[in-house]
């Protein structure tokens, strides 16, 4: 269905498809979906609540994770109900400058949570290579420089989507296949050249994540050579576990990000196209809802935390993790 409703050769709204070739399946769809999402969003607000409230959990550490529930909540926020009309009441209509404010905070979101996770893993490094310096280092004035910096790193490098997208001629058609208003989705039904678009997008994408990656990657060496040089096998076996929880939200969160972004421009031909708005979608949804599972479960202070909280009158034994 594509409406009429455009001005020289561009239209005043676009119309999401959901998932092609799925229609008759949004409503079964939405039901994972829309669970994954209250499931995310009330492990992320927990998370918040109990690194403001727990006094034990007023470390760099966590105010790192604070940041990654923050953005991941923001993120689910501005894709999720959208997503749901779209599937329970097919309202697919989206004014063309709300796709791009939605675009915006989509990339700079998912910009920010591979940011985030750098800062982790310098975090991790700074505890174990550098444990008596830990405090002075990542000091609370450091720590709001750092995010804010990641902040305005992402938002200004995303901000050229919304202007080369805008510059753009729709034509032929105004319907996106897709649940939101992806970048790459959206350029695709463009009747003008889009190959600036494709070109800023694939370097801008290699260089946030090959960054990022690369920051993670040395850390996390350098933590490996610190802690293999400990005599001590608990003290290895200590500084290791304060690494697992960091390590399944990288995994959580590269990997989904790799597939949907190398499928999305080199497999559309081999791979069928509502697998590719699956995948999106799993990628938006998983993060958030599987890393404050995670950390629940991996890191001691928040499970201590968590304890403290339901058992008000119980003792909880604290160690660091």
Same mark, same amino acid.
């Given at each position: ?38 499931v995310a969003?009330?492990?992320?607000r927990?998370?918040?609540y109990?690194?403001r ?17 923050? $953005? ?6 501005t ?14 209509? &989206? ?13 700079t ?20 290579c550098?444990?008596?310096? %830990?405090?002075?280092?990542?000091? $609370? ?7 804010l ?11 050229p ?8 001629s729709?034509c ?7 649940t ?16 600036p678009?494709?070109? %800023?997008?694939?370097?801008?994408a290699? &260089?946030?994540?090959?960054?990022d ?15 293999v ?13 304060t690494c ?9 969160? %590269?990997?989904?990000?790799f ?23 799993? %990628? ?38």
């Open positions: 269905m594509a409406a009429s409703n455009h001005t020289k050769g561009a239209f005043t709204f676009f119309i999401l498809s959901g998932i092609p070739g799925l229609e008759a399946a949004h409503v079964w769809i939405s039901l994972p979906f829309c669970a994954m999402y209250l969003m009330v492990g992320n927990g998370l918040l109990l690194v409230a727990e006094e034990a959990l007023h470390r760099p550490m966590y105010y790192f994770l604070s940041m990654l529930s923050l $953005n991941d909540i923001v993120a689910l926020n894709v999720v109900p959208k997503m749901m009309t779209i599937f329970w009441f097919r309202l697919r209509e &989206i004014e063309f400058h709300a796709c791009l404010v939605q675009m915006f905070f989509i990339h979101c998912a910009a920010m949570e591979s940011s985030v996770l750098m800062l982790m893993a310098l975090d991790r490094f700074v505890a174990i550098h444990p008596l310096r %830990y405090t002075s280092i990542l000091t $609370n004035a450091v720590i709001a420089k750092t995010g910096a990641i902040f305005l790193r992402g938002a200004v490098l995303v901000l989507f919304a202007f080369l997208v805008r510059r753009l729709y032929r058609t105004n319907v996106i296949a897709h939101y208003c992806d970048h790459m989705a959206v350029v695709k039904i463009a009747c003008s050249s889009s190959r678009d494709a070109i %800023y997008g694939l370097t801008l290699s &260089i946030l994540g090959g960054l990656s690369l920051s993670i990657s040395l850390s996390y060496v350098m933590i490996l050579r610190a802690v040089g400990l005599s001590s096998k608990d003290a290895r076996s200590k500084a290791f576990g697992t929880a960091h390590v399944c939200a990288i995994l959580i969160t %590269y990997t989904p990000a597939f949907t972004f190398f499928t999305h421009r080199f497999g559309g031909r081999t791979i069928p196209h509502h697998t590719h708005i699956i995948m999106a979608n799993l %990628y938006l949804l998983t993060p958030p809802m599987l890393n404050p599972i995670v950390y629940g479960v991996k890191t001691k202070q928040v499970r201590d935390s968590v304890l403290k909280l339901f058992s008000p009158g119980k003792t909880v034994p604290q160690d660091d993790s």
